[in-house]
């Protein structure tokens, strides 16, 4: 888990990178910028926020030779070995930038290098090297007293609300490339800033497993369960996956299917599914893997136990126990009206809490 809330910015490099392709040219301060307590803070803001409210998705340090060959691995190894050299590595990074800044839609703009000192990923402190890039423009009103007037000047500048692109650069594991997580306003040009500048690819670990199976299963229950059975037995396939995941330590695919899946017929279609759906979620040759406890507590928040029906009522079932399900709803057809029904036990109507 990623808490960004004491990070404190060590030192910061400003540059302003151009597009190549239209000879615009890269501008190197000459100096790391000083920084003050108001700007601190407003930075602190506009670098992290966006990593505050992503979900953590790590990448790691690529290359096809090697690792080792990878510019910006070299460069962060270098920051990390001696961090009062991250300007001048910083003027390096600007420059290896601007030389993927070579396809007409790529936007120019400034260029931000930190180091960070006290990001505690899982509970421990670990120094970061930060690059955060701003590309848009937006126009803003100033105003200027003229005698007994107001003027207006329409000036630009950058929504500091918005984040345009960046990425964190975590010191820890450094032989398999380093933790590294990135965010990207601008969907254009993804590959340009993850793949040709980063140079990276998913970290998979049991953390990426954990997410990619349960997300891969919550499409399967949409996509087959639901249309072969109905509303209930999906919302309870998920709850009986969550759970399982929930009370292990290893998955273990024969395992999982053997106690989640309620209906033996459709087995064959989850297997098929995966066959068909497993490459979009890096899973195709994956049964085996270590679960991350925290990855299925995220899981189980974003999992919506509610049946939605057109008579503009909601059921929810909050079960920590799938079996409660069974035991408390029934759903049956009424032919009189010729609807369906759900038929709900209770022992007695619960206090509405206020708020």
């Not at 992290?48 to 962060?76: G, S």
């Not at 297997?271 to 040759?285: A, F, L, Q, T």
């Not at 507590?297 to 079932?317: C, E, F, H, P």
């Not at 126990?321 to 010729?338: H, L, M, T, V, Y």
Request: aromatic share 12%; charged share 30%.
């Amino acid at each position: 888990m990623l808490n960004l809330y004491p990070v404190q910015i060590e030192s910061l490099s400003i540059h302003r990178v151009g597009n190549k392709s239209k000879n615009e040219g890269v501008f190197l301060s000459e100096q790391p910028y000083v920084l003050n307590d108001e700007i601190n803070g407003l930075l602190k803001e506009y670098f992290f926020r966006p990593f505050r409210d992503k979900e953590e998705n790590y990448f790691r340090f690529t290359n096809e030779v090697d690792v080792e060959f990878n510019e910006l691995y070299k460069i962060a190894s270098a920051i990390f070995l001696e961090p009062a050299s991250i300007h001048a590595n910083s003027k390096k990074i600007a420059t290896l930038l601007f030389e993927q800044s070579n396809h007409p839609h790529i936007k120019s703009g400034e260029l931000y290098v930190t180091h960070l000192v006290d990001v505690v990923v899982d509970n421990q402190k670990v120094d970061a090297i930060g690059i955060f890039k701003s590309e848009m423009k937006h126009d803003f009103l100033q105003f200027e007293e003229n005698g007994t007037n107001l003027d207006i000047l329409i000036q630009q500048g950058i929504n500091i609300n918005k984040l345009d692109k960046g990425c964190l650069i975590i010191n820890q594991q450094k032989e398999e490339g380093f933790k590294v997580l990135s965010v990207d306003s601008n969907r254009y040009d993804t590959k340009y800033w993850l793949e040709n500048f980063l140079g990276v690819e998913a970290l998979t670990d049991e953390n990426f497993f954990t997410k990619k199976y349960l997300k891969f299963c919550q499409d399967f229950a949409k996509d087959v369960v639901l249309p072969a059975e109905d509303k209930k037995q999906e919302v309870m396939f998920m709850n009986r996956a969550v759970n399982h995941f929930a009370k292990n330590d290893e998955f273990e695919e024969t395992n999982f299917l053997n106690e989640v899946m309620d209906n033996p017929d459709l087995i064959p279609e989850f297997k098929h599914y995966k066959v068909e759906r497993g490459p979009k979620y890096s899973i195709e040759d994956v049964s085996n893997f270590p679960i991350a406890n925290k990855a299925v507590s995220d899981a189980r928040k974003k999992i919506k136990n509610v049946i939605d029906l057109d008579t503009n009522i909601q059921i929810k079932m909050d079960f920590i126990n799938p079996e409660s399900a069974e035991k408390f709803i029934e759903k049956g057809w009424d032919e009189e009206r010729q609807m369906y029904y759900y038929l709900v036990y209770f022992n007695k109507e619960q206090k509405t809490k206020a708020n």
